[in-house]
């Protein structure tokens, strides 16, 4: 059973548009999330992540924000560039363990 | 700097073979994973170990498979007799401590074909 889920394979997105990638999870004891980009025939690469003791965090032209309410967490990308294009990856952890548990991914496509 | 690096980067072998994939984690990470990536199943963790010992195995698909890490600079993920579902992209991933808000480093893997 998967405890994180992302429930769009891909997503396409107009060059300089906002670009905002989902990420749902079921076990409310987690308390770190990250995302992570991947480009074809490259291993994922850290992106960005938040701690869930803060509902927002920024990072340039990526922005996370965390729902704990609603279990939620999505990706913000302005503006969404042709570079941006790839699969990205949501994770969960908890905070005292490695173990990472990794969302099926969505494919952003941003067209120039 | 040198990220973590894994061969083969293409591996093609029949059924019944012995196959082994080998990674070497960023100098001074203490954390190293094996995670495979299917279609059906995404990016799924096989095993992880912390200086060198095994802590999570829960991944491990069965007796066919099976890691080591004899020391901080190399670990190896064997599959003996290889099967045709064993076919996936295979990483390996390293990090520096054991919490989970250290992000993990990933190689870029190994794309396994069994025929």
């Known amino acids: 059973d998967q405890q994180v889920k992302q429930n769009s394979p891909s997503l396409s997105v107009q060059e300089g548009r906002i670009s905002i990638l989902n990420c749902d999870y079921t076990?409310?004891?987690?308390?770190?999330f990250l995302w992570y980009k991947k480009y074809p025939a490259e291993g994922p690469t850290f992106l960005i992540s938040?701690?869930?003791?803060?509902d927002k965090n920024e990072d340039g032209r990526f922005t996370v924000f965390l729902n704990k309410s609603a279990k939620h967490l999505s990706l913000h990308i302005v503006p969404s560039q042709p570079g941006d294009s790839a699969v990205y990856f949501c994770?969960?952890?908890?905070?005292?363990?490695?173990?990472?548990?990794f969302g099926s991914g969505t494919k952003l496509n941003v067209k120039p | 700097d040198a990220g973590v690096i894994q061969s083969p980067r293409h591996e093609v072998t029949e059924m019944g073979q012995e196959v082994t994939l080998r990674c070497k984690p960023i100098?001074?990470?203490?954390?190293l994973f094996w995670y495979r990536q299917t279609m059906m199943r995404g990016l799924e963790l096989l095993i992880y170990?912390?200086?060198?010992?095994?802590?999570?195995d829960s991944g491990m698909p069965e007796d066919r498979f099976s890691a080591k890490m004899p020391n901080a600079s190399f670990s190896t993920l064997k599959i003996q007799p290889s099967e045709p579902r064993d076919s996936a992209v295979y990483f390996c991933?390293?990090?520096?401590?054991?919490?989970?808000?250290?992000?993990?480093?990933f190689g870029d893997g190994t794309r396994l074909s069994i025929l």
């Open positions: 994770a969960a952890s908890l905070y005292n363990f490695n173990k990472f548990y």
């Open positions: 938040i701690s869930s003791i803060k």
């Open positions: 991933a390293s990090s520096l401590g054991m919490g989970g808000n250290q992000p993990q480093h």
């Open positions: 100098s001074g990470h203490n954390s």
């Open positions: 076990n409310s004891m987690f308390d770190y």
């Open positions: 170990f912390n200086n060198n010992v095994p802590i999570d």
